[in-house]
C-alpha cells in the first residue's frame, strides 16, 4: 500500500511542477486576457466532460475493482457508453456549428470539443489503470500528459500562437498517453464487445455522479464566466492563474491518497469485511491530513512569496489575495470529495450526492451574484469558500445514517494544532522584503512544521520515518553481507 501511495504521490508530484511551471512560464508569456480566453475554453470543456463522460469514470472505479476475467463487464459496458455519448455529442456540436447557434467562433468550438473528447477518455483510461492497481503505468501517463501538454503550450504560446497554442498543447497532451493505452492494450481491447445491457447498471449507477461532476464543474467556471461578464475577461484570467495554481498544487496530494487506498475501500466493501474497511478508511484519512494540511498551511500563509515566485507581474497582487481563500475552499473540497464521498458511492446512493451538489452549485451562483460587483474576484473567492462548505458539511450530517466513517480526532488535532502555531511564522517569513531571504526564512519555518508533526508523532510520522531508516539501514546491511 505504501508502495503504491509513493507512486501515485510521485506521479502527482511531477505532474503539479508541471502545472507549476505552465502557470508560471504562461503568465509571463500571456496577458490577462488571453489566459482568461484560453480558462474559459477549458472550463467549457471540462464541463463538457462533467456532464457527458463523468459517469462513466465514476462507474469504472465502483466496479471494475471486484471484477476479473479477460472480458470484465464494466469495460465492455464503458466502451459502449463512451461510443454512445461521443456520437450523440458530435451530432449536437454539428448542429449548433451548422446553424451558427454559438456567439464563438467554430475554431474555438471544436478545439473545446476536441479536447472535452481527449481528456475523456484519458480520464477513463486511468480510472482503468487505477482499478486494476497499475500505479506504476498510471504514473506514466500521467506524466506523459502533464510534460506535453507543457512544452507544446509553452511552445506555441512564444511563437505567436495565444490561446490556440495553450489549447493545442492541452489537446495534444491528453491524446498522446491515452493511444499509448490503447496500443498497449490492443489485443485485450481486440477481446472486448460493446455490452450494450451493461451500460444501464452503469448509468443508473454513475449518471446521478455526473450531475454531482457537473454542478461542481459548474461551480469551478461560474465565477470566471461571471467575472468576464461583470468585470472582464482580463479579471477572469487574473482570477484563474492563482486558482489553478492553488487547486494543482493541493489536489494531487489529496488524490495520491484516494488512488491507493480506494480500491481497497471498494472492495473491503463489497466482501463485507467491516474491521479492515474502517482500517483503510483510517489509512486513508491519515494520510490525507499529513500531507495535505501543512502543504495548505504553507501555501496559504506564504501566499506573498508564492506570488512573487510564480507569477507574472500582472497576476501577482491579485494571487497575493486569493491563493488563502482558494486552499482553503480546495482543501475542504478535497476532504468531501476523496473522503466523505464514501458515503455516496459505497451505498450506490449517489441521487442523494446529485441533489446536496446541485443545492450547492445554486449557493454558488447566488453568492457570485451578490458578491463579485463589489469585491471583484475576492467576492468569487469567498463564494467558493462558502458554497463548497455548504455542500460537504450536509453531506457529513447526511451520510453519517448510512455509513459512517471512522476519522482519528487524535491524529486531527495533533496536525491542526501544529499547522496552528507554526503558521503565523511562515506568513512573517513570506513578507521580508529581501526575496532570498523569504525564501530562507519561509524554508526554516515550513521545515519547522515538518520537525514538529513528527515529534507529536502526528498520522504515525515517527513511527513511519523510523520504520522507514531502519529498512534502509537493513537493505544497506544485507547488500554489504552480501558483497563480502
Known amino acids: 500500500m505504501m508502495r503504491s501511495t509513493a507512486i501515485y504521490f510521485g506521479a502527482r508530484i511531477l505532474a503539479a511542477i508541471c502545472g507549476l511551471l505552465a502557470v508560471a512560464i504562461y503568465t509571463r508569456l500571456a496577458t490577462p486576457e488571453i489566459y482568461g480566453v484560453f480558462t474559459l475554453v477549458m472550463g467549457s470543456a471540462l464541463t463538457l466532460y462533467a456532464a457527458f463522460f463523468f459517469w462513466i469514470q465514476g462507474a469504472i472505479l465502483r466496479f471494475l475493482p471486484s471484477e476479473d476475467g479477460e472480458r470484465p463487464p464494466s469495460i465492455g459496458a464503458a466502451l459502449a457508453g463512451f461510443a454512445l455519448v461521443v456520437c450523440l455529442l458530435l451530432l449536437a456540436v454539428a448542429f449548433l456549428v451548422g446553424f451558427e447557434l454559438l456567439p464563438v467562433a467554430t475554431e474555438v468550438v471544436l478545439f473545446g470539443t476536441s479536447i472535452a473528447l481527449a481528456y475523456a477518455a484519458l480520464e477513463i483510461s486511468l480510472a482503468v489503470v487505477q482499478s486494476r492497481q497499475r500505479p506504476s503505468l498510471y504514473a506514466g501517463m500521467l506524466a506523459g500528459r502533464a510534460a506535453a501538454s507543457l512544452a507544446l503550450g509553452a511552445l506555441l504560446l512564444a511563437a505567436g500562437f495565444g490561446t490556440l497554442g495553450l ?8 491524446l498522446l498517453p491515452a493511444l499509448y493505452l490503447v496500443w498497449r492494450a490492443r489485443r485485450r481491447l481486440i477481446l472486448q464487445r460493446f455490452d450494450l445491457s451493461g451500460v444501464a447498471r452503469m448509468a443508473s449507477f454513475g449518471l446521478p455522479l455526473a450531475v454531482v461532476g457537473l454542478a461542481s464543474a459548474v461551480i469551478g467556471i461560474t465565477d470566471r464566466y461571471l467575472l468576464a461578464a461583470l468585470v472582464g475577461v482580463d479579471a477572469a484570467g487574473a482570477y484563474a492563474a492563482p486558482y489553478e495554481f492553488a487547486q494543482r498544487s493541493l489536489q494531487m496530494l489529496m488524490l495520491s491518497a484516494f488512488l491507493a487506498v480506494s480500491p481497497a475501500v ?36 506564504a501566499a506573498p512569496l508564492v506570488s512573487r515566485l510564480i507569477f507574472g507581474e500582472a497576476f501577482r497582487e ?72 455548504v455542500i460537504v458539511g450536509v453531506a457529513i450530517v447526511v451520510t453519517r445514517r448510512w455509513l459512517p466513517l471512522p476519522w482519528p480526532t487524535g491524529d486531527s488535532l495533533k496536525v491542526f494544532a501544529v499547522c496552528a502555531v507554526t503558521a503565523p511564522l511562515i506568513g512573517w517569513s513570506a513578507r521580508l522584503d529581501d526575496l532570498l531571504w523569504s525564501v530562507v526564512a519561509c524554508g526554516a519555518a ?39
Do not use: M
Not at 167 to 174: C, N, Q, R, Y
Open 167 to 174: 489549447l493545442t498543447g492541452v489537446l495534444v497532451g491528453h
Open 266 to 301: 471498494f472492495r473491503c466493501f463489497e466482501l463485507g469485511e467491516k474491521t479492515v474497511l474502517d482500517e483503510h478508511c483510517r489509512q486513508q484519512v491519515r494520510l490525507l491530513l499529513i500531507t495535505s494540511l501543512p502543504v495548505a498551511t504553507i501555501l496559504a500563509a
Open 318 to 389: 491579485t494571487a497575493t489575495l486569493l491563493i488563502p481563500w482558494i486552499i482553503a475552499a480546495t482543501w475542504i473540497q478535497g476532504i468531501g470529495s476523496y473522503y466523505f464521498s464514501y458515503g455516496f458511492t459505497l451505498t450506490k446512493r449517489t441521487g442523494t450526492n446529485a441533489l446536496i451538489v446541485c443545492g450547492g452549485t445554486g449557493v454558488n451562483i447566488a453568492l457570485n451574484l451578490l458578491l463579485i460587483p463589489p469585491y471583484g474576484a475576492l467576492g468569487a473567492a469567498i463564494a467558493t469558500l462558502a458554497s463548497v462548505s
Open 446 to 484: 515550513s521545515s519547522i512544521l515538518v520537525a514538529l508533526l513528527v515529534v507529536v508523532d502526528a498520522a504515525g510520522s515517527r513511527v513511519a520515518l523510523l520504520t522507514a531508516i531502519e529498512n534502509l539501514r537493513r537493505g544497506s546491511a544485507a547488500r554489504l553481507v552480501s558483497q563480502t
